[in-house]
Each structure stands twice: as C-alpha cells, then as structure tokens.
C-alpha cells in the first residue's frame, strides 16, 4: 500500500526532465526512492516540494534544497540503480601501464594549474608552503570520517576521496617543487641547456610516476587495515607532513589511497574533475576574491559531485564536460542581492 503523500512524491520526481523510472519503499516514516535519470538537483527539488515534513529521506545520493521560506538547506537523499552505478565506475586498474599513464598525466595538469594559480611559470620560485595546505587539507579529511564524539556525524566515503585528492593536489605540488630546484632554477637563457633540462626534468617526472605506482600496487597486495586505525594513520601522516615539510610523503598517501578505497583510475578520474573546477574557479575570479563559491545552496565541490555522478568517468573529454557543466550550472545561479568577495583558497579545496 502506497500513502498518498508518498504517491505524491513519486509523482512529482517522475515529471523531472530526465526521469524514466522510480521506485520506493516507506517504513517507519522513512522514504527510500531509487531514480533512473534526471538531475540529481531537480529530483531533490521534487522530493522536498511533496514530501511530507515528518518523513525522512534515504540513500547513498544526498543533495541539499533550501527552503525559499526559512532560507534554511535541508538534505535529500535518494538511490539510483545498481546499474547506474555500475556505468559511473571507471575501469579496473590493476595493470602498471595504465596507472603509470594516470600518474604521469596527472603531474602534467598539476604543472599547468600552478602556472594559472601560483605565481605563472615561474611558480616553482614562489617556493609556496604546500606542506600546510597538505596538513590542512588532511585534517579536512579527517572531519569526513566522522570523529566527533559530542555530535552525530556519518562518515561520508565520497567527500573523503575528494579530499584525499585535495591532498594529492598539493603533493604534486612539493614533488615539482624539489624537481624544479633540480632542473629549472638555473641556466634559463641558454636554449640548447633547457632543452637538456626538460629532457632531464621529463625522466625525473617519469621516475616519480613509475614510483608512485610501485608503492600503491605493492601496498595494496599486502595491507589489510581496521576502521579504528584509520584515523591514527591520518595524524601520523599529517605529523610526517610537518616533520618534513620538503617530502612528500608517498608511501603514507598510498597508505590513505588504500584505506579510502581510491585505486589509480579513479583518482585519475576525480584528480581531472577536481582540475577541471580549480581552472574554472580561477577563471570566475577565485584570485580577486569575486568567485561565488557556494550557490543554490551548496558549495561548488557539491555541485562538481553532482555532476560526476553524470558522467562517464573513462571519457577523455571528462575535464572539458565538467567545465561546460560547471559554467551552466554558475550561469544558472540565483544572483544575491549584494555579493561580497569570498576568502580565497589557492588551488586545493
């Protein structure tokens, strides 16, 4: 038996644009609905414009609705199919080659964001403290694993690999840093020496990438962690980060990409959508402090969360639809009536 309330509800996600189907079950006020297409910001929409106040909302899709009234955000949750989530995950990456591909690619982009965000291509002479923004970015992840004992807090698996690709942002970012020292600092007007530099600077890229992936795959053959320990692995990563502020700490982040459930093409996947939103965000004025970070109620890595579920994570054009989606959804956004400039983050979260 269907409440009409609920009826209602369905109703109205299956008028959303998108939409080819939707299942539910009610028990104990609490409404689980599993959707097949649609946006996920429209469907939230039509669940909170139907569903009754007393009843709560489930599933592994969570997306906040403010209320035109009160102004407040309120979460919605939602599923969709398993078939659904089969298409979102990318292709097991097992084989060295193919995260070897990943990792180099990715120190590529990194490269490219710090030239746009850090000071140009002279950034590596800025000699910016990117081991902080590893510590901060590391206590961040912390908050998603729920360690607050004197509130009720859920671990959130999918915020938690975003941060640990914040992480990685800027641990690029010290790798490039002591290789710069290395290869770039010095002889920059002979152009027969640079051309020997780059060459140099590219087998030095080419070692760290092939490095990085023995470590992870060679962990992930041979660890096995409890939940309890995840959190005394962040503080002694976070310490070791301190403790050598010129190291990154490889083996460490390959510990965390382990426990986080991250393989290499997935990390590839969220590293070229985090990359994506960081080009964007300095595009829309990030660095003059006029970028509007939050809009319809959540804060653009919401919004970027939202549209990877939407994607195909294994399409090469992935860093290019997530900007075209990002610059519609902005474009979309309801204006404020006095906008003031947001406190500016360089280039991690």
């Known amino acids: 038996m269907i409440f009409p309330a609920i009826r209602d509800v369905i109703k109205e996600v299956a008028k959303v644009d998108g939409v080819t189907n939707v299942t539910s079950t009610f028990n104990d006020c609490t409404l689980k609905l599993t959707v097949t297409g649609g946006a996920d910001i429209d ?9 009754p106040t007393t ?73 910016k403290p990117w081991y902080r923004a590893v510590f901060m970015e590391t206590a961040e992840l912390m908050d998603q694993c729920g360690w607050k004992w004197w509130k009720k807090q859920e671990f959130n698996g999918q915020q938690a690999q975003l941060e640990l690709v914040d992480i990685w942002h800027f641990g690029m970012s ?17 152009r027969k020496e640079n051309q020997h530099l780059k060459e ?29 320990f995840i959190l005394e692995r962040l503080e002694i990563f976070a310490q ?27 990390l590839f996947a969220l590293y070229t959508a985090k990359n ?19 809009w ?20 090469s054009r992935l860093f290019y639809e997530v900007k075209d989606q990002l610059t519609y959804s902005y474009s979309k956004r309801e204006q404020p009536c006095q906008s003031k400039p947001n406190n500016v983050e360089e280039n991690g979260e």
């Open 43 to 51: 469907i939230a929409k039509a669940v909170w414009l139907k569903k």
């Open 55 to 127: 009843v709560d909302t489930r599933g592994d899709i969570s997306v906040k609705v403010k209320c035109a009234s009160s102004g407040y955000n309120y979460t919605i949750n939602f599923s969709r199919p398993k078939q659904e989530k089969r298409k979102m995950k990318t292709k097991d990456t097992t084989k060295h080659d193919s995260a070897y591909e990943c990792t180099l690619s990715m120190f590529k982009m990194q490269d490219s964001i710090n030239e746009v965000a850090s000071g140009g291509e002279n950034w590596r002479e800025k000699d």
């Open 174 to 190: 010290i790798i490039l840093q002591n290789m710069s020292r290395e290869h770039f600092i010095h002889h920059k007007n002979d």
């Open 200 to 228: 140099d600077f590219e087998n030095t890229l080419d070692h760290k990438a092939i490095k990085l992936v023995a470590t992870v795959l060679s962990l992930r053959n041979t660890m096995r962690f409890k939940k309890t």
């Open 240 to 266: 070791e980060t301190l403790k050598n502020a010129d190291i990154f700490d490889v083996k460490g982040f390959a510990e965390l990409m382990y426990m986080f459930d991250l393989d290499f093409s997935k």
């Open 276 to 294: 994506a939103l960081n080009h964007f965000r300095q595009e829309n004025g990030y660095a003059s402090g006029h970028y509007v970070k939050v």
């Open 296 to 315: 319809d109620g959540l804060s653009d890595n919401e919004h970027l969360m939202n549209i990877i579920h939407r994607l195909n994570w294994s399409d």
